[in-house]
């Protein structure tokens, strides 16, 4: 296998925190006709540039992430999962935009639902001046 300890990558896009809700299907809602998913376990793990991170990380490269998060809890648990692989990161944070999350619903080993939270709004210019800088 090639050594990647001396490969430096800097990954730059779209970081998300990719969170699972883990459950089972026993029965139907009697509010509505839709599986009734008992959650049993919570996952997150990091989604889009942060996956990408990952893998590199996984490799033994050398990695920086940056990106743009939000003000919020998952921005910390973003960057908790990156600190834990050992990954640089440059979080821009957008005061006006959550921390991108998809949330997947699985039960009985399959998604049943998929929960986006993002702004998808063009970042504002001194956002996108603050994330250039950094670059």
């Known amino acids: 296998m090639p050594d990647f300890e001396q490969v430096t990558v800097l990954v730059v896009g779209d970081i998300m925190l990719d969170r699972y809700f883990w459950g089972r299907v026993n029965r139907v809602s009697p509010e509505a006709p839709v599986a009734v998913v008992k959650k049993h376990k919570t996952s997150e793990t990091l989604g889009g540039a942060g996956n990408v ?22 921005a910390r648990i973003l960057k908790d999962l990156l600190n834990q692989k050992h990954i640089t990161h440059h979080l821009t944070v957008d005061a006006a935009r959550p ?8 039960a009985n ?13 063009p970042l504002s210019e001194d956002v996108e001046g603050q994330l250039m800088a950094r670059l």
């Open 99 to 106: 921390t991108t999350t998809k949330t997947r619903v699985m």
């Open 53 to 74: 991170a990952a893998n590199l990380a996984g490799l033994d490269c050398s990695v920086t992430v940056l990106g743009i998060c939000g003000p919020d809890d998952d």
């Open 109 to 121: 080993r399959q998604q049943v639902l998929r929960i986006d939270d993002e702004d998808s709004r």
